[in-house]
């Protein structure tokens, strides 16, 4: 399971108490980390894991705050803006770093969508001139470390911290931030720990970096409204929502466009929607007549491999995966609903 931004707090206690096998580790290390919100004679004990989980989760999302100071002057002129978040969740099945240095998948995945959200693109030249994978150099810094005892920690906090920072060539892109950290152990009985971490990422970029930004082919949210339009009396048909997720965020942006030509050629101008979202695409898709959701994800399917195959040849290799070995993407079926045309 990816990273579990947290909607709930309470939704956060439950899945602690629903993977631990030994639940009174859990609770301590939670609670250890809560009592940093306030003095430990406030409160002594938590009764409920729920209390403890929600102090834990500000102690952490406020030392994720404290951003190091930047290695070069952030962006600095008239039309430079910086967006900053905070994130605080659980990673269920944590990695640090996979055989070949880069960040496991389920991270990865987390880290792209986060940064999606606040416009960092997927890709970036660097000053070394070789073209970057955001979301990867972003994670195997903050993600560096699996997280230590409390007695082992140079602070003697039962938390670590890890900053990071990247900059593009021009230094019109500049993203740092801070990720705090805990392992949650869950015993004998399951993975041996989880992780619940914070991180906070702030994104300075120039107006002209932005500009171009989005006139980057593959990473614009379309929507053809004309074609969502019920008619009466017309034949029934689906609209079907998918979600196509990815290898890297990279892949996703510069498969599209040859996606996009092959659907239009084959199955003609039926895409409603599409919404780059990190290492996924969300599409919304008009059903030939009598098509089935499931005939739908097949052929969504079968034109991403074409894809990958023709797009192999012309591109350069992504970041994470050689796009001649790239696996074809995971097409999942989000929802479905009967209109008329």
């Known amino acids: 399971m990816p990273w ?6 309470v939704h956060g206690a439950e899945m602690i108490i629903n993977y ?24 002594g004990i938590f009764d409920d894991l729920g ?20 290695t070069k002057p952030t962006v600095a002129d008239d039309t430079s803006e910086t967006r900053i978040e905070t994130r605080a969740g659980l990673f269920v099945a ?32 660097g000053k070394d001139g070789r073209t970057h994978d955001s979301a990867d150099d972003i994670g195997v810094a903050a993600f560096a470390n699996a997280p230590f005892s409390s007695a082992a920690s140079p602070s003697n906090m039962p938390y670590q911290t890890t900053g990071f920072e990247i900059n593009n060539i021009d230094d019109t892109l500049n993203v740092r931030g801070n990720h705090a950290y805990y392992a949650v152990p869950l015993g004998q009985d ?12 702030a994104a300075t970029t120039t107006q002209g970096f932005r500009d171009n930004y ?69 599409l919304k898709i008009q059903a030939a007549v009598g098509a089935s959701p499931a005939q739908v994800r097949a052929a969504v399917e079968v034109i991403a491999q074409q ?35």
Request: aromatic share 8%.
């Open 190 to 201: 399951a993975p041996s720990t989880m992780w619940h971490s914070a991180t906070t990422i």
């Open 214 to 282: 989005k006139r980057q082919s593959g990473t614009q949210t379309v929507y053809n409204k004309s074609l969502e339009v019920a008619k009466q009396g017309g034949s029934a048909t689906r609209i079907v929502n998918l979600n196509v997720t990815w290898c890297s965020q990279s892949y996703a942006q510069q498969i599209y466009p040859t996606f996009s030509t092959l659907w239009k050629k084959k199955m003609g101008d039926t895409i409603i929607y599409k919404h780059p979202f990190g290492t996924t695409w969300q």
């Open 51 to 70: 209390d403890a989980f929600n102090a834990a989760t500000k102690v952490i999302s406020i030392a994720s705050q404290i951003l190091p100071p930047a």
């Open 307 to 341: 894809s990958i195959q023709q797009r192999a040849s012309s591109t350069k290799a992504a970041i994470q995966q050689d796009p001649k070995i790239s696996p074809p993407p995971a097409v999942v079926v989000t929802n479905s609903a009967l209109t008329y045309v």
């Open 4 to 9: 579990v931004f947290l909607d709930s707090l």
């Open 94 to 125: 944590p990695t640090i770093l996979t055989s070949n240095g880069h960040l496991g998948r389920p991270m990865y995945d987390a880290l792209s969508k986060n940064l999606a959200n606040m416009g960092v693109p997927a890709s970036y030249v």
């Open 20 to 43: 631990a096998g030994v639940i009174g580790e859990a609770i301590q290390a939670v609670t250890n980390v809560a009592q940093q919100h306030k003095t430990p004679e406030a409160f």
